[in-house]
């Protein structure tokens, strides 16, 4: 619970061998949650994401992707291998898709098939790292279409929303491409305070 407490482990149910679990996100209602699982050696872009019941363990494979967020009032956004951002209908009774899928974004960072750099936040706006050759770049895209660059540097990893929306947290290498440190983007202010050293 969110006063702590001892942890539960929840054996993951899913059917076609011993699944690798990532990107647990808790659903309105906290009974249940969406989780992207894959399985190792089975080739590229095979990972589903789908709904875990946290009390039995079973896992509803929904479709396939990768990161999920849920974004009130129904939908799903995900990434795919293959670096876009995609915008689903979804329906909270059922546990399930409906109507066709958008393309939010294209060419967006992806972590070994299994993460793509982005988050969302409750408000609907979007951060991502886009794929770059020479660099990189930490940008916002919100709900109305405007897209900012926040911070430039050789590569980023994990931006997350703090959750009032107003900031974001994330890593990035700086002078040496071997030491890395946390960040925090203030939306308002537009500037990077160094969290770590």
């Known amino acids: 619970s969110a006063q702590g407490g001892t942890p539960i482990p929840i054996t993951v ?3 076609g061998g011993e699944p690798f679990v990532t990107s647990p996100v808790l659903l309105p209602g ?3 949650a969406l989780l992207h699982v894959d399985y190792p050696g089975r080739g590229f872009g095979v990972g589903k994401i789908g709904v875990i019941d ?4 079973e896992f509803k494979p929904v479709l396939n992707g990768m990161s999920p967020h849920y974004l009130a009032p129904g939908y799903l956004i995900y990434g795919t291998p293959y ?4 915008l689903q209908p979804f329906n909270l009774n059922r546990l399930d898709t409906t109507g066709q899928a958008r393309r939010l974004l294209e060419s967006v960072s992806s972590f070994s098939d299994v993460a793509t750099r982005y988050d969302v936040s409750a408000g609907g706006s979007l951060v991502y790292l886009p794929r770059a ?3 990189a770049m930490l940008q916002l895209f919100r709900r109305d279409g405007a897209a900012q660059v926040l911070s430039t540097g050789s590569l980023f990893w994990v931006p997350r929303f ?4 107003l900031r974001i947290a994330y890593g990035g290498y700086t002078e040496r491409a071997d030491l ?4 925090i983007h203030d939306l308002a ?3 990077d305070q160094r969290l770590t050293t």
Do not use: C
Not at 54 to 57: E, P
Not at 180 to 183: C, I, Q
């Open 162 to 165: 703090s959750p009032d929306g």
């Open 83 to 86: 670096g876009s951002v995609m």
């Open 180 to 183: 890395a440190d946390l960040f």
């Open 30 to 32: 906290g009974t249940t």
């Open 133 to 135: 050759g020479n660099g």
């Open 13 to 15: 149910h899913a059917a």
């Open 189 to 191: 202010t537009n500037t």
């Open 54 to 57: 946290l009390k039995s363990g």
